[in-house]
């Protein structure tokens, strides 16, 4: 089965294993994805994550997610993909979003790499907005 959009599934399998209360979730790796895992994991939205190799050159992320000890809550409370391969989402330094008034974040892909909007506004580069996350 090839997949159309890549981030989209790996925003979903995450949403889903949130859904499922999952410890681990597994993705097929992309150096996009590698980053957007780096930037969730700096972020503080995502426990830690582990890179694997697999026998098909892809490779594999384990992701482990992050809950709350006591409210058993997941630190993403939605994970939601912006721009899709039918619609591309580019945004200018000057026009970047602001999500859930700067509680939340856009992951961006720009030519500095795949950065937070924070990031990007303070380097002033603008980008694709791939996904919110909150």
């Given amino acids: 089965m090839k997949i159309t959009d890549p981030i989209a599934d790996y925003l979903t399998r995450v949403r889903n294993a949130i859904k499922a209360r999952h410890r681990v979730v597994d993705v097929p790796a992309s150096n996009l994805k590698k980053e957007m895992t780096k930037v969730l994991f700096d972020k503080g939205y995502i426990l830690n994550y582990k890179f694997e190799d697999t026998e098909n050159k892809q490779g594999n992320i384990k992701i482990a997610l992050k809950y709350n000890p006591e409210t058993k809550e997941s630190a993403i409370t939605k994970i939601e993909r912006i721009s899709t391969p039918g619609l591309r989402q580019y945004k200018p330094a000057s026009d970047l979003p602001r999500v859930l008034n700067g509680l939340g974040i856009a992951i961006l892909s720009t030519s500095k790499g795949v950065i937070t909007d924070k990031e990007a506004k ?9 996904c919110y996350v909150y």
């Fill in 122 to 130: 303070a380097m002033n580069v603008g980008g694709e907005v791939l």
